[in-house]
């Protein structure tokens, strides 16, 4: 699917990609029910879907994308890079609709990704939109994609009563780690402090290089973070996915956690200090099943002990 922004140079749209727009507005006959946007949803015209899109286009802090699969427009969306309160940083999702006979096909969910791909790849940190309040439907599947209502006004337009939602915009990154089990079954873990996600336990470990892959990538963190360099790739014991903020970017981190048998040891290495400071590491330690099982501080991964008895089992 691609992304094309809509343009107007001499104040119209070609004849065809009216037509085409029209019977997208139209065929989301229940949505303008809801909206009031057209005097008659049902009989959605060609002069007012220009008319509509005109207004957009008019906006100097407005978008009008198209949303292209095979060559064929089969949504709109509508973006806004910031709201006329000053007191609101984020950029806005105005409308997204999708033609009706294409929907339940994931082509809104999509579209929603690519333009938060395009407000990152703009430095915005955030994303808002309005859903009308009796737009049940639009909250469910804004809602699904991660955004939380954060206030509840009518909207600017025409006093319609809204929830507002936000989205924070993570950044996606990828990491891996290794669970180091001495022989008596217990397990390496450090203790973090972080500014998003508060204290928690994780297993050596931190995001991948450009170019590194997940093995590789966990050996190296291993040797930074313990100074323990003999001990080979173990299997994979599970891969999980979490939001947290690193360096003060807020991140959708996927991880590879591998496990491997070792001896009971301590870190060590000249540059350990150095390292753990530069990492936010608070301290470790080695923790044996029942611990894991009763520590009321996070473990990361959730479950570490099942796995961990699965994985010997």
Not at 171 to 177: E, G, I, N, S, Y
Request: hydrophobic share 40%; charged share 25%; proline share 8%.
């Amino acid at each position: 699917m691609l992304l094309e922004q809509l343009s107007s140079t001499d104040g119209s749209l070609p004849a065809e990609l009216l037509t085409e727009l029209t019977a997208l507005y139209a065929s989301n006959h229940e949505f303008h029910a809801l909206s009031g946007d057209f005097p008659d949803p049902d009989d959605v015209r060609p002069d007012q879907v220009a008319a509509a899109l005109a207004d957009e286009l008019a906006h100097p802090d407005a978008e009008v994308l198209l949303a292209r699969s095979a060559g064929r427009v089969v949504g709109i969306v509508i973006t806004l890079a910031r709201h006329p309160d000053p007191a609101d940083p984020d950029p806005w999702i105005g409308l997204l609709m999708v033609d009706a006979a294409e929907q339940g096909k994931g082509y809104g969910r999509r579209v929603a990704t690519l333009v938060e791909e395009r407000f990152r790849a703009a430095g915005r940190r955030a994303v808002r939109l309005a859903v009308l309040d009796n737009n049940a439907g639009g909250l469910a599947f804004w809602t699904a994609l991660g955004y939380e209502i954060i206030d509840h006004r009518p909207d600017r337009a025409h006093g319609r009563p809204c929830a507002v939602l936000r989205k924070v915009l993570r950044t996606p990154r990828r990491a891996a780690r290794v669970a180091v089990v001495d022989p008596e079954g217990a397990v390496l873990l450090f203790r973090y402090d972080n500014v998003e996600v508060g204290v928690h336990w994780t297993l050596p470990g931190g995001g991948l290089e450009p170019g590194e892959g997940p093995v590789e990538g966990a050996l190296r963190e291993l040797a930074e973070e313990t100074g323990w360099t003999d001990l080979p790739p173990g299997p994979l014991l599970c891969t999980w996915e979490h939001d947290f903020t690193h360096s003060g970017i807020p991140v959708h981190q996927h991880e590879h956690i591998y496990v491997v048998h070792g001896p009971h040891r301590e870190p060590t290495g000249p540059d350990l200090t150095a390292a753990h400071t530069a990492d936010g590491i608070l301290t470790w330690r080695w923790w044996n099943r029942r611990e894991l099982a009763e520590e009321a501080e996070p473990v990361w991964p959730p479950d570490l002990a099942r796995l961990l008895d699965e994985w010997e089992g």
